[in-house]
Nanobody, 116 residues
């Protein structure tokens, strides 16, 4: 059973930064890809960023240039560095992992609130 545990959320003013961490119970090298999704109240869950086993990354257009996803295989941890935060980034952020082509493991989520 795979467990993903997020941390690093909180309250920050607009323009500030936060770094989210996601630590897996096993080796993240076994995952084909890992990513971060977010869900704001009344909105659908959306992909924020993803990173493959080989290190290729992709981002939602709304966060390009502001957010950076990275991974530390030795620590079984994936990070999401969020800079220049905006109130519209407020959401619950979820870590996810895929053994194949579908994200099938999810963390419990961490709240990020950006005040204006």
């Amino acid at each position: 059973q795979v467990h993903l545990v997020e941390s690093g959320g909180g309250l920050v003013q607009a323009g500030g930064s936060l770094r989210l961490s996601c630590t897996a119970s096993g080796s993240i090298f076994s995952f084909n890809a890992m990513g971060w999704y977010r869900q704001a109240p009344g909105k659908q869950r959306e992909l924020v960023a993803g990173i493959t086993r080989r290190g290729s990354t992709n981002y939602a257009d709304s966060v390009k240039g502001r957010f950076t996803i990275s991974r530390d295989n030795a620590k079984n941890t994936v990070y999401l560095q969020m800079n220049s935060l905006k109130p519209e980034d407020t959401a619950v952020y979820y870590c996810t992992a895929a053994l194949g082509s579908v994200y099938d493991y999810w963390g419990q989520g961490t709240q990020v609130t950006v005040s204006s």
